[in-house]
């Protein structure tokens, strides 16, 4: 008992009510007592404390979930059938045997036709373990919260990863099924991602959220995020701002068949007449900068929010949503005149994931967090390997990459990593800094929501290089080579024209 | 364990005797309702739980070793039970549960000797299960984090974060409704 409670909230719910118990409580607990049925026995399994198990003690009677008797199998089943009778006992038998509200004692049928004398399930005992990928459990001083919640969240809400649909056998099997979790998490790219926030920018990089996914098979590797409310990693959202352009480029590039150095208007400040919009939609570039006619490249370069604009409105916003989708950011976009701006609500992971699938020739991997979920030598779930969906074409996500790779030369960022591509920007409204990019075998996303820094995103990206730098991972096979010659496009550079 | 009463108890209760168990469980009956009213708020969801609570913890006497008190050992399991029926509950239209449960004894359905209509009742019951267990372990009855973790078979980190949003969340309920009040 410490002081981590509310005080207020203490007092409000000091003061519910505490009811008396209905008349013939203590009648129908006593003739529950004086049962046959239940008596004193072997200390439940993993729950109640230390088991204090008598040599002679025989084990409870057998319920299945139905509150079934089950004949009770030879002792050469060995203790874990024990550990199983006395699991499924823990969480049906006191059930079964109270008396109902008209003070009846429900029965329990001994003339169970479906009874067999298979062998239950494998059930190991004790509380699930949570493991990265190599089998080490994941522990707190690497700061996996939202990993932690994550996985928690997935197996309580998706019954494919224990098993059954049934979400109070789910329960059962975390609490006392012995069923070891293994993530896709890799403790050394937790380990970099906390070095990262704690060296850069002289803690400005504290409170960074960093995710990282392996291109070659959609795993996360690295997650760490401070948001207190953050309970799932899918559900946590940022404004990708700048780092939307990836999308947008691959959009042109893939679906509006224009190339890098096709030519746009990035001539500010400028507005936009928009169906259903009674004002024209007006926009002005970053520093009030005039803007040029320039190439596409160069305008990504430059941050041109006009050319931005532009360009998605000649690509169409509704062609920007769907590749958007198509490499996997599931939510949170519209086809709003500011979608080419990053003004969207986007789930880290997908945004990520879209990077990934970049990085990997344009090939989607589902993200996943779960690799392999066994209980004892049963496997209760195995991700298996991974399934590649075409999303853009090789051609496009190596164009994509190389206007990235441009702008990392151009900003003589901190990035020094020679392979990496990526952009950063930083959110008008909210000041919220944020970079993303990819290296042959690794897409991350940093953002940092924290107010009093003075420039988010530069604190952004100095994280995001030293993560990349400090964690090398061991296996770059599988995804793209981000810095490449890409195809020439077999015609001569021509102007884009925005048709709203 | 100094109480020579309840200690010949416990030695009967092991032995198979239900009426000292029962007696023991009256000795500590007030508390377990408290913590069983504050957790489920309704006399019906107190009872049902109350009820697996002591017989869970009658058929597992062999595990209370004596080493600690009694009440705290058996507080425990009656926690516990409570969060398995929270869970249980999620799952199903509980106000309504509550309501037909309380009906049932004498068409009370709305009287708060039954259910507690409580602002913070009812902002509580909008609250998934899991929020809903770790603020009133935590902030109802003095667990901290790790305790909590541990009764919830979760992380620190996740209890942490599920107390902030449930909290925030039970504040804004609990706001809204004095706003309401004072209109």
């Not at chain 1, 522990?139 to 109070?168: E, H, I, K, M, N």
């Not at chain 1, 906390?194 to 098979?217: K, Q, S, W």
């Not at chain 1, 952009?423 to 990819?438: H, L, P, V």
Request: net charge negative; proline share 6%; with cysteine.
């Amino acid at each position: 008992m410490t002081g981590e409670r509310d005080p207020l909230l203490a007092a409000e719910l000091a003061r519910r009510p505490v009811f008396d118990h209905r008349p013939g409580f203590w009648d129908d607990l006593d003739r529950a007592l004086r049962s046959d049925e239940v008596r004193p026995g072997p200390a439940d399994h993993g729950e109640l404390g230390p088991a204090g198990r008598g040599a002679d003690a025989q084990p409870p009677p057998r319920i299945d979930r139905r509150g079934h008797r089950r004949p009770r199998p030879g002792r050469h089943h060995g203790r874990w059938l024990l550990a199983a009778a006395m699991a499924l006992v823990a969480g049906g038998l006191a059930s079964t045997l109270l008396p109902d509200r008209g003070g009846r004692t429900t029965s329990i049928s001994t003339d169970d036709p479906t009874a067999t004398t298979a062998p239950a399930p494998v059930v190991v005992g004790g509380p699930a373990r949570i493991v990265d990928r190599d089998g080490e459990p994941l522990t707190s001083d690497l700061a996996v919260q939202v990993a932690l919640a994550t996985v928690d969240d997935l197996l309580a809400t998706d019954p494919r990863y224990l098993g059954t649909d049934d979400a109070d056998e789910r329960a059962r099997l975390l609490a006392d099924g012995g069923v070891t979790i293994r993530t896709t998490i890799d403790s050394a790219a937790q380990r970099a991602a906390l070095d990262a926030r704690r060296n850069a920018g002289d803690g400005a990089g504290n409170g960074a959220t960093v995710t990282a996914i392996d291109p070659a098979t959609g795993a996360i590797v690295a997650a760490v995020d401070d948001d207190p409310v953050a309970d799932s990693l899918f559900r946590r959202t940022v404004r990708p701002s700048d780092g939307f352009m990836a999308v947008v480029l691959a959009a042109a590039f893939d679906r509006g068949g224009v190339v890098p150095e096709d030519t746009i208007d990035g001539r500010g400040p400028c507005e936009f007449e928009m169906d259903g919009l009674d004002d024209p939609y007006q926009v002005v570039n970053h520093g009030q900068a005039p803007g040029a006619v320039a190439t596409v490249r160069q305008q990504v370069i430059d941050r041109s929010d006009c050319a931005w604009v532009r360009l998605g409105l000649a690509v169409g916003l509704d062609t920007i949503v769907d590749t958007a989708t198509a490499l996997g950011v599931t939510g949170g976009v519209s086809a709003y005149p500011s979608l080419p701006l990053g003004a969207a609500d986007v789930s880290v992971v997908d945004l990520t994931s879209a990077y990934a699938t970049l990085a990997a020739d344009g090939q989607l991997r589902e993200p996943f967090l779960i690799e392999r979920v066994t209980q004892g030598e049963r496997v209760l779930y195995d991700h298996g390997a991974p399934v590649a969906q075409p999303a853009v074409s090789a051609d496009s996500a190596c164009r994509v990459t190389s206007v990235l790779a441009s702008v990392r030369t151009a900003d003589e960022s901190e990035v020094v990593d020679p392979e990496a591509a990526g952009i950063g920007g930083r959110d008008g409204f909210s000041g919220a800094g944020i970079y993303t990019g990819f290296t042959a075998s690794l897409a991350v996303t940093v953002s940092i929501e924290l107010s009093g820094v003075d420039d988010a995103a530069a604190a952004a990206t100095a994280v995001w290089n030293q993560f990349v730098v400090g964690y090398r991972p061991a296996s770059t096979g599988g995804g793209g080579s981000p810095i490449e010659l890409c195809p020439e496009p077999g015609r001569d550079p021509q102007p884009v024209v925005a048709t709203p | 364990m100094s109480d020579p009463r309840e200690r010949e108890l416990i030695e009967r209760s092991t032995a198979g005797d239900g009426r000292a168990f029962a007696a023991l469980l009256a000795d500590h009956d007030d508390r377990m309702r408290a913590i069983a009213s504050r957790m489920l708020g309704s006399q019906a969801a107190m009872d049902d739980a109350l009820q697996d609570a002591y017989l869970k913890a009658y058929r597992s006497l062999a595990g209370f070793r004596g080493e600690a008190p009694f009440g705290g050992w058996l507080q425990r399991v009656v926690t516990r039970t409570c969060i398995d029926h929270l869970r249980r509950r999620d799952r199903r239209d509980e106000v309504a549960l509550d309501a037909a449960a309380s009906s049932a004894q004498g068409g009370l359905a709305f009287d708060d000797r039954y259910v507690d209509r409580s602002a913070l009742g009812t902002a509580l019951a909008t609250l998934p299960a899991h929020h809903r267990a770790v603020v009133l372990l935590v902030d109802g009855e003095g667990y901290d984090y790790d305790e909590a973790a541990e009764l919830l078979h979760t992380s620190r980190g996740t209890v942490a974060s599920r107390l902030s949003r449930a909290r925030a969340a039970l504040r804004t309920a609990l706001d809204a409704e004095r706003q309401e009040r004072c209109r």
